[in-house]
């Protein structure tokens, strides 16, 4: 297990580079890629995979012996997670340092950014002969580019009793010191130059970027032994982790799976790739017309199909236990969490949740059960906004974590093996 979860959490340093690794893995397991623009021929047997605007994916495996009407099972988490972007025209240049300007994605733990060493990762969109068409390529640094340093506690007395951090003047990233003397001392395109170099192109044909920073620290083990797992991205590298081996591993003679891997879930999910679009919904009509299913059993068939939301929780942090709901306690090591709330912050269906649980027991996979306390208002998930659109039984479930939307997280190692086998008893 490890060797792949790690592995995963070194190459998706951004969603575009979460999509890219899963696409590659599975593509090496027979999937067949096809284009949503294109036309399908989907058969009984068949495994495929859509690259969707680069930063989400589906992929779907028919039964060989396919059987109209069997349930369709789903399964969604998500690429993206909190980091720090960067904007555009983003050199700006503060006495012998050259710096970038960053803005905040999602809801990270903002101290923990500082004194890292980061990295860039993402999308850079490249002047072309065709408007239409600008050539996209991907990049990621290959070493540590810049850096985000605190200041001396000597200069701030008060850090140690917390002290607000404004992103727009504390956040922005140092790329060098410069010598005070010679030639370009004046410039402030250092980042600019440094990524068309990268690149290999000139700077000129540099129009756009998605880039994001990332901690280019490993992860590994912790504990006397070995008990848990620190590191950067566990929200939700372990839940495509998990998606991926389900899919691959689950021989499912006679309905489809289906796993969708959507970015912008940290935002809200509301974009062309987020799970607050139409694609899902429009995505499992189409695969089920290529099937043959005419309308009438298109729509009975979705209205009995089951989701997953698969993203993490919360565990008991053993310092802080007034935190946690007083009959509901997760800890790690202990199995995944069903995660439920009555707000649907969290989707709570108990039927569904009826459904996994008896998968579960029936193999012997541990599971626990996290609500929010009564005066706590806790995240959300995809699940519920997935749901809107997509009217189906729907359970959120996921590996809880200590350290959640810090640079680097904190989960038991026990954990990726059941939340991996029940996604796969589910698809199976």
Known sequence: MENRLFDLLNKAVSPFACVKAAKDELIECGFEEINYADKWKIKAGGKYVVDHHGTTLFAFAVGTKYRSGDMLRIAAAHTDYPCLRLKPNADFKTAAYPQVNVEVYGGPILNTWFDRPLGVAGRVALRSDDPFHPRMVLYRSKKPVMIVPNLAIHMNRDVNKGVEINNQI?????????????????????????????????????????????????????????????????????????????????????????????????????????????????????????????????????????????????????????????????????????????????????????????????????????????????????????????????????????SMHSVRELMGAKDMDALKDCVTVFFK
């Open 170 to 402: 504390d956040l922005m990233p140092v790329l060098d010191c410069i010598p005070q003397t010679g030639e370009n001392t004046d410039r402030s395109d250092y980042f600019i130059t440094f990524l068309a170099k990268e690149l290999g192109v000139d700077k000129k044909d540099i129009i756009d970027f998605e880039l994001n920073t990332f901690c280019m620290e490993e992860p590994s083990y912790v504990g006397i032994d070995d008990t848990m797992i620190s590191a950067p991205r566990l929200d939700n590298q372990t839940s495509c982790y998990a998606l991926l081996s389900a899919i691959e591993n689950a021989d499912r003679k006679d309905g489809i799976n289906v796993i969708a891997l959507f970015d912008h879930e940290e935002i809200g999910s509301s974009s062309k790739q987020g799970a607050a679009s139409i694609l899902m919904h429009d995505m499992l009509r189409r695969i089920l017309r290529d099937m043959g299913e005419c309308e009438a059993d298109i729509d009975r068939i979705i209205y009995e199909a089951m989701l997953l939301s698969v993203d993490v929780a919360h565990a008991l942090h053993p310092n802080k236990t007034g935190k946690m709901d007083i009959t509901n306690k997760p800890v790690m090591g202990g199995g995944f969490c069903i995660k439920e709330a009555c707000s649907q912050s969290y989707a709570t269906d108990s039927e569904a949740v009826a459904i996994l649980c008896q998968l579960c027991e029936k193999e012997n996979i541990p599971y626990q059960r996290f609500v929010n306390r009564s005066d706590v208002r806790g995240g959300g998930t995809l699940g519920s906004i997935a749901s809107t659109l997509l009217p189906v039984k729907t359970v959120d479930i996921g590996i809880p974590l200590l």
